[in-house]
């Protein structure tokens, strides 16, 4: 379900459509019209508060337990959730098999001219009314089609975001993993947190029961596994650090929580050779402490508004 991706300033398309004398487009889609309430769209869905930006007076609201599907441009498609600004309805969002994009298009081309391509979507503007139709990645099974209020959409529109969306995307493949597993900088959502601690935490975690089940290897001068150890074990530990101060700033949690964590762990490592028997079990349920937590802080939500940290992550 994809509602807030970055909204294309849409004034030049929009005064180009304009001067074509087409027909003004639909403001209804199925039971919901443009401009409506919050109030009067649960009389006919479940509204569920999915992400809201207190800066910018908006809130994009799932649906559910509605009218599954209707027709929009002779297409069968499905509600799946609103735009709300400024308490009124700028947009509303659809879906349609991916599939059935191309057939669609034509749909609103035969009626409403030649779509204009941007950004990842296709767009079907006017001075009124403006349907946006998002362009499918490989492994998407469908796509989701917006209609909005223009006005609004160049109110909503982000092009700053587009531009260092742009930007990132033409980088090197080594800014891409040092952004995506060492930045400790920003928030990081459960969704995105759990498969990325888990491509770097089993590695640790394997590597680490492999020190225990034969300990001789790593012992003695600087050999393969010893190497090996050090290599991927401090990119593991370096990069579930960073994992977790981010999923601990979309908690809302100050980052001093982590470093107070790491003060007991030290201690532990420090003074556990005396209770636990040996340096090398206390370095061993240190291990274990922080994979715990590590795996812990996939459990906890994220807020669901603007923090300190940054706005509420897309993924």
Known sequence: MDMDFNIPDITENADKAAGGGKHRKPRRAGKIRLGDTIRSISKCYTATEEKKDEDRGITFYSLSEGEETFSFYGMDVSMIGVCIHHKKTAAIYMELPAKDRDTFIKSLEKSEGK???????????????????????????????????????????????????????????????FK??????????????????????IPAAVLFAFTCIRPELFVGD????????????????????????????????SHLYYWLFFLILF???????????????????VAVI???????????PGENKKNKYGPVPKD
């Open 115 to 177: 779509g204009q391509d941007a950004a990842g979507m296709t767009i079907f503007a006017d001075t009124v009314t403006s349907i946006f139709v998002t362009k499918p990645e490989k492994s998407d099974s469908v796509i989701t089609i917006a209609l909005m209020d223009s006005e609004e959409a160049k109110a909503l529109s982000d092009n700053e975001a587009i531009a260092e969306e742009e930007e990132e995307k033409s980088k090197g493949l080594g800014h891409k993993i």
């Open 180 to 201: 995506v597993y060492f930045n400790p900088i920003g928030r990081m959502s459960r969704k995105s947190y759990i498969p990325k601690m888990l491509g770097v935490g």
């Open 222 to 253: 600087l050999n393969p596994y010893i190497f090996t150890f050090l290599v991927v074990g401090t990119l593991c530990f370096i990069s579930l650090i960073s994992l977790g101060i981010r999923r601990l700033s979309d908690i809302g949690l």
């Open 267 to 285: 201690a532990i490592n420090q003074l556990g050779g005396d209770y636990l028997g040996s340096q090398v079990m206390a370095t061993r349920v």
């Open 290 to 300: 922080f994979l715990a937590a590590v795996v812990i802080l996939a459990f906890f």
